[in-house]
């Protein structure tokens, strides 16, 4: 089965807020993460990524938190905006395997106004 | 979408019949990916090449063929032997050991 998983299949947060989704992976080899969202009918779109040897990355409106004790990865969107709707998958990369990404199976994320 | 493209957006074949997807980019990737996803579900990956004239199957490749003849392009065909063809079909690039940029998809309906 898949290594990466969610913790939660839907969220739902009012306009403003801010938001986490979670993800736990079980590969500790793993050394590559990423977060995609994907609105309905379209293709994933890349958010941010993170490597094994930083705990944290932020990005406009994101931070990504990687703890590696418990192998547990975390998106926060802050000020949610209807636009943030969406599916948001994490993904791993084994270090030194086949450089495959492996999904999670995805949080659906809906904003309230 | 970023420099990767996917036709058509809609196909419909009957069942049977082999239909090929194309995908293209414009990224100088070497390394491009073929995935599937079912509705709530998540990707699953088909088939991958990191270089040119050299491809490796994914978890899921029965029924599905690719080649890889040029850099820019993977097409991917779905042969009559995939016994549940009907699925969202996504082509990605990207440089390895870096993040995976993804087309439009391709909504393949089999009847």
């Known amino acids: 089965g898949e290594s990466v998983g969610l913790h939660l299949p839907t969220l739902s947060v009012q306009e403003g807020d801010n938001s986490i989704i979670n993800c736990a992976y079980s590969?500790?080899?793993?050394?590559?993460f990423i977060w995609y969202k994907q609105e309905s009918g379209k293709g994933p779109q890349f958010i941010i990524d993170i490597r094994s040897n930083m705990d944290k990355r932020q990005g406009q409106r994101v931070t990504v938190l990687l703890n590696k004790t418990v192998k547990h990865l975390s998106l926060q969107i802050a000020a949610t905006q209807p636009g943030d709707s969406a599916v948001y998958f994490c993904a791993e990369k084994v270090r030194g395997g086949s450089e495959k990404l492996v999904f999670g199976k995805g949080t659906k994320l809906t904003v309230n106004p | 979408d970023g420099g990767i493209t996917q036709s058509p957006k809609y196909l419909f074949r009957k069942e049977g019949q082999n239909v090929t997807l194309s995908c293209e980019q414009n990224l100088n990737h070497d390394a491009m990916y073929w995935y599937r996803q079912d509705p709530g579900q998540g990707l699953r990956l088909i088939y991958y090449?990191?270089?040119?004239?050299?491809?490796q199957k994914g978890d899921i490749a029965e029924g599905y063929s690719v080649s890889r003849e040029k850099k820019e392009s993977f097409p991917l065909t779905v042969t009559s032997a995939q016994k549940n063809p009907t699925a969202f079909y996504l082509c990605a690039s990207g440089r390895r050991n870096g993040e995976q940029y993804f087309g439009p998809g391709t909504r393949l309906t089999v009847t």
């Open positions: 090449s990191h270089i040119v004239n050299d491809f």
């Open positions: 590969n500790s080899a793993s050394d590559y």
